[in-house]
């Protein structure tokens, strides 16, 4: 080998060393997390592969137990997904073609937020500590919607053919599809001011909104400037007052095998009620509950307060109210006023006739008052036979047949759908859709996309569980099969 050649072959090994070595830093570079990027959480579960890009800069390729940081992008495979832990508990899986940033997360006490956007794919959800200390902090944005989020299990996909065509080989697969387990609506919110909220010991406490749904057991909780009107299935309506706690014990209208009927327990403050459906096919179905007494109602409007010895002991110790006066006031027990029709004390019995008013007090004895009670002309709440209800739009849904655009499915818990200046609010196994036009739609069915998502709920899944790559028909180890392309 003469001096030029060994010369030629220094000079070739010098580069492919300075090559390699530069490879070897803009690899590193790439898969560096980024520089001052406030950690959210952690990668808990990989199949397949993720990378993480903030903004335009450089991306790095993700691993079970890697840091996700505020601000990145996270996108899967085609064949991957993901599933990732916040440290306030948030958790959610992405599915495959998904990119998702975590815009804002804050989980020290008295500024919890988490605001997360979805750009395209799926995710299914479910909110954590932040959620429950502060529900109006959890939100997620996409291009047509905002969603926000109550304590809340739901899936999120942005859908175009890839959904359809998932409907479509799962109508053809011959799979047995479970029913959807929906909680059936017993009445919606037609108006509302001040503060209103909603109860039941087995989901989160929600704030109410125009159409949020109420279900039988939950109670209603007015503030002391709250305001509600409820429009229930049966066409009958109930306006509830301030600073007033009323529970729907029980309520069953066209469910078949199961006879109808409505039954309200009041347990403070005070109501107005008219009768719908139910009430005139069969007057003895309708219930309203005290710890005083029963009420029943015939074809009938009447305004009810429950003070004093009235109101219910789970409630806790109330103030001994002061020694009643030759009149009876609001705080001396129960009182009903009818306007319609012919209501009834189940205690005595006693009926109240049109235009008079019935009181119980503490001593157990009902009886018909001289003339009606001021108070009850002081009522906030308005009487129900006067506000306009559509019935067909407070209930109504719609089919989008597949069209794409934004789907929720709500698992547990209440989201909000906000979009083209409409809010749509869904409760557990409700669906709702947000497309091109841009109004928010609740939708029936829940799509079969929605109803037999593969890919894990994340607050059921755990390392344990079958390998998902052969759940998926994703095929293993050899150049040109499906795990290549993941």
Known sequence: MNLST??????????????????????????????????????????????????????????????????????????GFAVVTLKDGTKFTLRPATSFTIERFEHDQGAESVWMRLFKGGARIVTGLTGKRNPAGVQLRTTTATVGIRGTS???????????????????????????????????????????????PARATRTLAT??????????????????VLGFRDQSKVSINPATVMRINAFSFGTPQKPDGVNLGLLRGGIRTVTGLIGRASPESTKIQTTTSTLGARGTGMDISCEGPCVDPELGPQPPPPPPGPI????????????????????????????????IGADGVPRILQSVPDFFRAFG??????????WLRLFASMDPAGANGLYIY????????????????LGPGEAGYSGADGQAER????????????????????QSDQPLLQL?????GQPGQEICRL
């Not at 980024?34 to 950690?39: I, K, L, T």
């Not at 159409?211 to 509600?228: D, F, H, K, M, Q």
């Not at 129960?334 to 306007?339: I, R």
């Open 328 to 359: 009876p006031l609001p705080h001396d027990g129960l009182f009903m006023l009818t306007w319609e029709g012919t209501t009834f004390f189940e205690r005595g019995p006693l009926d109240v006739p049109l235009d008079r008013a019935g009181f």
């Open 154 to 200: 739901f899936d999120a996909r942005i859908c175009g053919a890839d959904c359809r065509s998932e409907s479509s080989s799962q109508a053809n697969s011959g799979t047995v599809v479970p029913p959807a387990v929906t909680l059936p609506v017993a009445a919606r919110v037609v108006q509302l001011s001040g503060d209103v909220i909603a109860s039941n």
């Open 381 to 390: 709440s308005p009487r129900p036979d006067g506000v306009e209800v559509d």
């Open 6 to 79: 060994r010369s030629f072959a220094r000079n070739m090994r010098a580069l492919s060393l300075a090559l390699a070595g530069t490879a070897l830093a803009f690899a590193a570079a790439a898969q560096a997390p980024q520089a001052g990027a406030p950690s959210a959480g952690q990668i808990t579960h990989l199949q397949g592969m993720a990378t993480a890009q903030e903004g335009a800069g450089n991306y790095r390729f993700l691993g079970q137990g890697d840091s996700v940081n505020v601000g990145e992008t996270i996108n899967t495979t085609d064949r």
């Open 472 to 476: 998926f028909g994703v095929t293993l």
């Open 211 to 228: 159409g949020s749904a109420l279900y039988e057991g939950e109670e209603v909780r007015t503030g002391p400037s709250g305001i509600v």
């Open 410 to 425: 709500v698992r547990d818990g209440h989201v909000y759908i906000t979009s083209g200046g409409k809010t749509v609010d």
């Open 443 to 462: 939708i029936q069915p829940v799509p079969l996309f929605l109803r037999l998502d593969p890919f894990p709920i994340p607050e059921l899944f755990t």
